[in-house]
């Protein structure tokens, strides 16, 4: 019997709500996106055996659901599962590839800046258990009515998405936090004057300002075009 199944990325707050800069809520949002596309082209994947990527719907799936494609993606997928593929063991496999997908970028950034200006185990320790996956399905019969069953496994996956997984986080006594969030320790290591002030221009931190890993792949991952400030969004309607 196949199965109506639906699945939700995350973080939305890390990712989108956490931000400073006009730049680190654009790749949030981008980061959210290429998530999703990851575990949208692994559901595609299985339209051949009988399923059925509902949702998001792209034109061209095996074009649009490359990394770096222009389709952007929200963080809700919904599909038909064919019969030969169970749920409760296929949806780990859509998690690695959000996992993978999220590592990859991280690690972009981790080559283009300076070793010495990032504490590299606090790094690698934070970019364990970022993504977030919760996924819900129900048994779609030839006499169920699509409507309901749509209905229905959405409400288990807001459901799944209330009993949220809370790991454990162990700090670091004496270091300091994010500024954007004050969730993680900060991830660059104390400098000399000099180095610091390198290090805050090549990154375009703000006098001061702290970031963990999350941060830090928001602030420089992506392309090097320029973002409008915060505050000349602001100013805009009244110039």
Do not use: H
Not at 16 to 26: G, N, S, V, Y
Not at 63 to 84: G, K
């Amino acid at each position: 019997m196949p199965y109506l199944f639906a699945a939700s990325v995350g973080p939305v707050q890390e990712f989108i709500a956490a931000a400073r800069r006009t730049r680190d809520l654009w790749f949030g949002s981008y980061l959210l996106s290429e998530l999703s596309k990851a575990v949208a082209f692994a559901l595609q994947s299985t339209e051949g055996a009988g399923g059925q990527l509902i949702f998001p719907a792209p034109l061209q799936p095996k074009v649009d659901l490359q990394p770096d494609s222009p389709f952007s993606a929200s963080n809700v997928m919904l599909a038909i599962l064919p019969d030969q593929i169970e749920p409760s063991r296929f949806w780990k496999d859509l998690r690695v590839a959000a996992e993978d997908r999220w590592k990859a970028l991280a690690n972009q950034v981790y080559a283009d800046i300076r070793r010495e200006w990032v504490a590299q185990d606090r790094w690698d320790a934070q970019l364990a258990n970022v993504v977030e996956f919760y996924a819900a399905w129900i048994p779609l019969g030839a006499s169920n009515d699509y409507r309901a069953c749509r209905a229905r496994v959405m409400r288990l996956l807001a459901g799944r998405k209330a009993t949220r997984d809370f790991p454990a986080w162990l700090g670091e006594r004496g270091v300091p936090k994010s500024s954007l969030d004050g969730a993680r320790e900060t991830v660059f290591v104390p400098l000399q004057r000099e180095q610091t002030l390198e290090r805050a221009t090549a990154l375009k931190l703000s006098d001061g300002e702290e970031l963990d890993a999350i941060g830090l792949v928001k602030r420089c991952g992506g392309t090097r075009r320029q973002y409008p400030s915060v505050v000349r969004i602001a100013a805009d309607p009244w110039l």
